[in-house]
């Protein structure tokens, strides 16, 4: 019988191993890695000492979301001086009010917010999405002092707490300017103020994770406010000045009319 041929030399192939191929003589570089986004700060914030369950103007809140997300930015000018109506100040405190803590922040081309706290340690207790651009509205209070009126219609038996309506028209020194809504903290508002947690009064711009926002960036402005009650249909925050003897900066009122 005739034995088999041996494969040709040229026809052979090298055994097959992880190790071995016949494309690759060399390893392939490593495509450079984007840098790691700086991980998002721990909330530690404390519950406010009045704190209930979710209030139904979360639900009304989710219903308007839609609507006023479609409404366009507003830029009026808001300089007037304002009155404190017979609320006499004594002490940097205004008589009958109660201090609370009172940020804005937003991006400078974004709709401006407004967080009031207890203390700056505390969650907030109101948080309003208003109409009005950030860097708009952080610059006319520079200039002068600004008074925003908050109005919502009063309906017959009313037990709801005024400033727990899910939304507001507002005015700006008198002219109607759009509109404010309450709304439920997300997580990107406890980090802002998780990271001011610390500051009792200020203004700045807060860092980043290193990539550009469209709107711009993202500054605040911190101080002190003082709320007064005026009655279960109005009420009003005073943002006082630092070295408060020089009146407030900045009056937001609440009314149902």
Known sequence: MASASPTP??????????????FSSKSEPLSPR???????????????????????SAKLFRRFRAVF??????TPTCKIPVSLHGNRLHDGHIHGGTRMTGT????????????????PSSLP???????????????????????????????????TKIVDEPIWTMYCNGRKSGYGVKREPTDEDLIVMQILRVISMGAGVLPDDGTEH????????????????????SETYYMMNPDGNSGPELTIFFVRI
């Open 9 to 22: 030399p040229s026809l052979q192939l090298p055994p097959s191993s992880p190790e071995h191929t016949p």
């Open 34 to 56: 984007s840098p790691p986004s700086p991980p998002r700060p721990a909330i530690s914030l404390q519950q406010p000492t009045n704190k209930k369950g979710p209030s139904k």
């Open 69 to 74: 997300r479609s409404f366009p930015i507003i």
């Open 104 to 119: 804005l922040f937003g991006h400078r081309k974004a709709r401006i917010n407004l967080a009031i706290q207890e203390n």
């Open 125 to 159: 207790i109101l948080l309003l999405e208003l109409t009005i651009s950030t860097g708009k509205l952080l610059q006319d209070m520079g200039m002068g002092l600004v008074r925003i009126a908050l109005e919502c219609e009063k309906k017959p038996n009313e037990k």
């Open 214 to 233: 469209p709107d711009g960036e993202l500054t605040y402005m911190r101080s002190h406010f003082e709320r007064v009650i005026g009655s279960k249909d």
